[in-house]
């Protein structure tokens, strides 16, 4: 049988486009050698945020004093909050099988690869079948990055992420390489847990893609609580449980490395004049390669690796395959960005430094002294999150922090970064603006509902 579209991977991308090209009433096939939902749904998102509920709410029980709550001999169990992991990670991919089967599109497990490529034909083969297809979505992903550390290589005390959500004990002590946001939720986790950890980062900052003084409002909190934290710090060498970095040896029960991932090209080789760029897939606004019919989405394109960009690239690059007009395209500018500590935090659109670097590259250096300073082109206007009522009546002992930029010519808002809890479940109202060029006169005129946090949103204005 020959399909109209064949997708290699089956994560947020490749169940995303399947589920709308087979509701188009389009003959799909999708290909997936592990588990539906992919990296996010199995070993990332869903899990860690799983666990991380289960160690908020074992922290929560045993800081209860301060809202009037006694708990006596609270504890965990780690096991059962693994196995309840395991159930949510289960049901969910029970789910996105049900939905495909619903559309009728045709399911494979297996590693796929490309036997050979025609612009109006391609071959893929899969568990000895070959299968035709008119168009093809690569959707393969991302893996883990192992670092050339000397030591690192099948030793036994060094983890990867996936490792460490698998692990059903937890380690007295742990070193974490790398201070973004899977080594910075690995260590709210753990530390919650009564972990003793250790975060080095090779970069002057943690979480150095986000906004520099939300940033230091979540480090100043973790090394007061007791994470150490070691930034401009680069790892030399790894011996059993022994790391060496900066000349200095630390010792951990575990060492978990997360310094990010790269895309995964396996069974691609036939298409060999596929363009590349750092690693990733290169595509234009549609997701269309260089290839003809054959497209890319999702973390195997090397833009941003998150969950919720894939499925949107996956839903314009099908609009574009269907010819839906209006063509619609992804507002890369508007992609929210969570990071899931205690307190969260919460951001799209322009880093205070972003912005910085924008307005002097577009006026030059003698623009910005002719102007009186970069500062002339933008505002900062920010409050802690204390001026909300809800925050102060549920989060007790913490300030927080809404920071929003503004274009000082246009009024129109460039970025919003926020931490404290919880801001992830209304930072998509700030992505509107962003996303649709909100001014702050747009802004005002939006009723928030009191009382909750996502008044701050207002109340910053």
Not at 333 to 344: I, L
């Amino acid at each position: 049988m020959e399909y109209f579209l064949a997708i290699i991977g089956g994560g947020p991308a490749g169940y995303t486009a399947a589920e709308k090209a087979s509701k188009a009433g389009k003959d799909v096939v999708l290909f997936e050698q592990n588990s539906l939902g992919g990296t996010c749904l199995n070993v990332g998102c869903i899990p860690t945020k799983s666990l991380l509920y289960g160690a908020k709410q074992y922290y929560n029980a045993t800081h209860a004093q301060k809202y009037g709550v006694t708990a006596e001999n609270v504890a965990f169990d780690y096991v059962a909050m693994q196995k309840r992991k395991t159930i949510v990670v289960r049901k969910l991919v029970a789910g996105i099988k049900q939905r495909l089967q619903n559309e009728h599109c045709t399911l494979v497990s297996g590693a796929a690869t490309v036997l050979s490529y025609q612009p109006s034909a391609i071959s893929i083969q899969c568990n000895g079948e070959t299968y035709e297809a008119e168009n093809l979505m690569i959707c393969t992903g991302s893996t883990n990055f192992v670092p050339p550390i000397p030591g690192i290589q099948d030793n036994p005390h060094v983890w990867d992420s996936t490792d460490a959500l698998a692990a059903t004990e937890l380690p007295g002590k742990i070193i974490i390489v790398g201070g973004g946001v899977i080594g910075m939720e690995f260590a709210t986790l753990y530390h919650e847990l009564g972990v003793e950890v250790t975060v080095i980062e090779a970069m002057p900052t943690i979480l150095p893609n986000l906004d520099q003084e939300v940033v230091s409002i979540l480090k100043e909190k973790y090394q007061k609580a007791g994470i150490r934290i070691l930034t401009e710090t680069k790892v030399e060498e790894i011996n059993g449980e022994r790391l060496k970095a900066n000349g200095e040896w630390y010792e951990a029960d575990r060492i978990l490395v997360s310094v990010g991932r790269r895309a995964n090209m396996q069974g691609l080789e036939a298409l060999k004049d596929l363009e590349m760029h750092r690693g990733g897939i290169v595509v234009d606004e549609f997701m269309k390669t260089n290839l003809e019919n054959v497209y890319a989405c999702g973390d195997v394109t090397g833009k941003i690796m998150l969950a919720h960009v894939a499925s949107r690239q996956a839903e314009v690059c099908v609009g574009r395959m269907l010819r839906q007009i209006p063509l619609q395209r992804i507002a890369y500018n508007a992609v929210p960005s969570v990071v899931y500590t205690n307190p969260e935090i919460a951001s799209v659109g322009l880093t205070e430094e972003q912005v910085r670097a924008f307005y002097t590259e577009m006026e030059g250096q003698a623009g910005l002294e002719k102007a009186g300073g970069v500062e002339t082109f933008y505002e900062v206007r920010k409050l802690p999150m204390t001026f909300s009522g809800r925050f102060m009546a549920e989060n007790d002992g913490e300030t927080g922090l809404c920071k929003m930029l503004i274009d000082r010519k246009n009024q129109t808002v460039l970025g919003v970064h926020m931490i404290g809890n919880p801001c992830s479940e209304f930072v998509a109202a700030a992505s509107f603006a962003v996303r649709m060029g909100y001014t702050v006169s747009e802004m005002e005129q939006v009723i928030f509902p009191h009382p909750t946090v996502s008044e701050i949103l207002h109340e910053v204005l």
